[in-house]
Structure formats: structure tokens, C-alpha cells
């Protein structure tokens, strides 16, 4: 009911900055929050950032005071700038919706994952 497209990412050095961004379409009746989670191999996929329409923001300890969320509620748009990147960043983030597609039915749903790689 709801697809999420994300763009973005790719390898920076340490130190650098990065930025995603996730737009979701479909059948969209209220986008309750957006985020990104991220995933590294041999890990659990994690939190790093979310966004509720009313833009209350809530981050992992780790990306505190280097990442920040925004949004779009008008392009049903989250965006994730990913400055003073470290190795332990690389990871695959995932952008993730809790979307009403109707007045009383919701789902979460994930987009297809993009790469950020953070060199030495």
C-alpha cells in the first residue's frame, strides 16, 4: 500500500558528511512517523533516527549531535544528513513509514536499503 524510495548514500571518508533522502507514495491516508534504521553485517538492524508529522525527533546515542532528521509532511519526505561520519557508520540504513492507508488501518513499511560506507 505504501512504497518508500530512497536515494543517497554511497562511501565518504571519515569525517565527511552524507545525505539521504526516503519519499513514500501509494496509498497514503496519514504518515504517523518516518525514520531510518540502519543495518551492519553481523548486526541487528538498528534505530538512528525518527520523525513524527509534527516533527518531534527522537536518535541513537551514537548519531546524537552528527545526524539530523528532517521532513517534508507536504513531499511525504524524510531526509537524514549524516555529518562527522565514522567507520562504525557503514552500514545499510533502511527508511521506514508507520502510514495509515486508510482511516483506520496502518502498516509499517521499509524501503529497499541503501549503502553508506565510511572509510579510514
Known amino acids: 500500500q505504501v512504497q518508500l524510495v530512497e536515494s543517497g548514500g554511497g562511501l565518504v571518508q571519515a569525517g565527511g558528511s552524507l545525505s539521504l533522502s526516503c519519499t513514500a507514495s501509494?496509498?497514503?491516508?496519514?504518515?504517523?512517523?518516518m525514520g531510518w534504521y540502519r543495518q551492519a553485517p553481523g548486526k541487528q538492524r538498528e534505530l538512528v533516527a525518527t520523525i513524527t508529522s509534527g516533527h518531534s525527533t527522537n536518535y541513537a546515542d551514537s548519531v546524537k549531535g552528527r545526524f539530523t532528521i528532517a521532513r517534508d509532511n507536504a513531499k511525504n519526505t524524510v531526509y537524514l544528513q549524516m555529518n562527522s561520519l565514522k567507520p562504525e557508520d557503514t552500514a545499510v540504513y533502511y527508511c521506514n513509514t508507520r502510514s495509515y492507508y486508510s482511516e483506520r488501518n496502518w502498516g509499517d513499511y521499509w524501503g529497499q536499503g541503501t549503502q553508506v560506507t565510511v572509510s579510514t
Open positions: 501509494g496509498t497514503i491516508f496519514h504518515i504517523v512517523a
